[in-house]
């Protein structure tokens, strides 16, 4: 279905989601090759460290966790993986490790992988395939890139920990890269983004998690030399504990924007704006945002402003009939806005929120100073719902859009219309289908 | 800790003392650390954690993952170099620290690592760099060291916050306690890292110190983002209130003030923690359906016709109809739903009685009806406590749940109540509700036509 979809949008989009498949059967020709290779060895090299790496893995994977933006990650499936690619040598075991080839690195992750996903599969959840094949590809790499380097001898480790080090973070950075890149491409498919700005928001979201992983796998590799084994135990408390905090501080982030999804709502039960208008005004707006390149934060706060940008209104005696402040007079949309801006701006945590939701009514011509981009999103996006409502009729919705272009010489900026154009365009495609 | 009572100086002394009496007898030579390297770097780890630490929600504590630095003093350097490591709290760079606090935490600090050495060696761990063949059997000493470093830690912080009375019940306490686990989890957990940090020192030296930084900060800042969101969800639940409050002038500020008023009762009849803060926030939003109501009713000074007594009736229904998609506790839906049943089932929107009437509701009835007592409307002034006190015992088992009304009476001779300034009117009369739904002792008049 999804694939389905994407035939129908702009043909740049279809190169971009045969990317996916790409991952997919990258991922898969990995597993099938290093499991044959595994089974053709007819056993694997240290079983014992592959069994403890792999159960690592696998409680990771389980442990998967869900990072704003519907992102997923699964910092110590991650940390444990890289720290396997990266083995040197275990104590307990005498001789070097690194004749384990990448191959048995990737069936390894891959088993560990498919373990951590089954509880995920029978309790309903998505198996999240997807992540799953892009950590891996970032795993191969990683495991490919380190074989010929230790196999040159460059490295001992006693004499020479910085070389290694220097070389582990390098590969460890690379992953990283590889790891963004790939989520990035999927995303700027899914939620027609750019490329530019959804590498950029992935970079800048995966960082922390990403290092912390990055960090523990080096040390997993270096500690595996004194503590052995037993390290995997000794390490998990700590990346546990990132965990936690970063599951924590995801769900409260869910929490907070259901709230202020919730309490737009006031504004439609106390009768003052069309059921449904504010959800989708800022469905419409955050869509026109993404199509015109705005970053993630951006993007949430004009969610949040498209969400409550009625909300002034429950300072008004009376409702306006209809709700529809696209019909009221210049004087009450100003009011409206710097109302509900003030209320906002009340929590003190939401100013960015607050100025987009009192720049709403300015024209985009002729106002000193020029109102914020977000600002003149919510305004054409309010306009356009106001003049369509929940409605799905194509020419109504090209009647309202006209509107909208007849007025762009002082009320609507050009390039958001041109935007809403695009997205209402895309909206009634899927809708035929 | 803005202002110290005598009782918590004595409190803080006794702390200073007991670690003065227990580190100073052992500072001979041969109780000193030998190499000096570890204990500088290590203690330049735990200021720099000490000195950064992440505010919590609440506002007293903070938490910094320093604990990995005294833990692996106490594996490289014994009991009296992970003492002397979490000493170096006394010199933490972190801004706006009183006195009193540097001294209490210096001390706490060094009784702490004390103690987790003293289990150390007690257990049989052996003190130095720890070799390939002290694995695995040295985890069991060293988990335990982590152990005794919690308790010492929190008990001893736990201790202080007895002695340092808050004034008011803000939520910041609440959250404090319902945090506690996981600070406990977390400086647990953080300890993995002061065994990492001493295993690796004979590989790479001090750099382990520098690399550990990396996740901490990590686990820091997420930590952080927590908080801030935390707040900002609070913050924003009570501006969005306060609109909803700017309806009608005489209500302002009663969302908060029954939210505090619930937070009390819950907790004088012993509500868990994460409970008592789901109440709080029902108790804040109990009103929220009022927007449902056309403001022409609320603000109709004769009789109510049947509709319009209706409508008012639908308000707590309105309220859910808000609120459900927030991912709260069911309890606290059921809580706003329900505000207005009564004990003797005469109450609406459903007119269930007794234990039918779930606890959160019955919780925010009292709260709900007191405040509105004490708060002047525009047909009476406000009455005093004692005279709201006494309506609430004269409606106790059939308007309102005993239990919760002695609760709530228990609660304000012990913690106070902040009666609500005198609202004088406003010059424009037309944010003026001349009835209140609230108030028991003015019960709405419905024209009856029958």
Redo the contacts between chains.
Sequence with gaps: MAIRQAEDRLPSWQAMDSGRLLLLVAAGMLVVAALARTAAAGSVVDLRTAIAFGSAIAIGELLRLGLPGGREAAPIATAAALAYALLIRVHQLQGPVTHVAALQVIAVTAVGMTVGAMPHIAAGRPAGVTGMATRLVAVACVAFAFRPVVGADVIRMRDHWWVAFAVMAVLVAAGWLVEATIGALIRADDLHARFSVALWDEMRLQLPLGAAAGVSAIMISFAAEVMGLAELVVFMGPLLVTQVAFRRYSGIRATYLQTVRALARVTEVGGYVESGHSRRVSRLAVAVGRELGLAETDLLDLQYAALMHDIGQLSLPDPIPGGATVLVSIQDQRRIAELGADVISQAGVLDRVAELVRCQSWPYRGHDPEPPVGSRIIRAANAFDDLVGGSTDRDRSAAALERLRLDTAVEYDPGVVEALTEVAAKRLASRLE | MSRVSRAAWIYIGAVVIAAASVVAPRFSEHAMPKSWLPLVVLMLLFLICDSTPTPLAARQAAWSPSS?ATLAAVVLLGPIGAALVGAVSLISLRPRILLAERVFNGAMYALAGYAAGWVYVGLGGHVGH???PD??AI?VPFAAAAVAHVVVNQGLIWGVLQMTRYDTLGPGRIQLESSLP?LV??D??????G??IA??W???WL??AV??L???F??R???G??A??????A??????C???E??DFYTRGHSERVSRGSGLIARQIGMRADRTEAIMFAGMLHD??K??V??KVLQKTGPLTEEEFAAIQLHPM?GL???????FLNEALAGIMHHHEKIDGTGYPMGLADDEIPEFARVIAVADAFDSMTSTRSYREARRMSEAIEELRKGAGSQFDPAMVEAFIAALHREGWRLPERAAPPADR??VTAQDHDDPTAPLRVIESY
Excluded: D, N
């Excluded at chain 2, 647990?188 to 890292?193: E, I, V």
């Excluded at chain 2, 801030?228 to 969800?233: D, I, K, M, N, S």
């Excluded at chain 2, 913050?235 to 969005?240: E, I, N, V, W």
């Design positions: 990995s720890p070799h390939p694995f695995p985890i996981l989890a977390s647990l957990g953080y300890a993995g890292f065994l990492v295993a690796l004979t590989v790479m750099f382990a690399l550990v990396v996740p901490l990590v686990a800042w997420a930590m983002q927590f801030e969101q935390q707040r900002a969800y913050a924003t639940m009570a501006a969005l306060q609109a909803v700017t309806k929220v359906g927007l449902g056309p403001t309105r109809e808000i609120v459900r998609e927030i991912g037309q944010t």
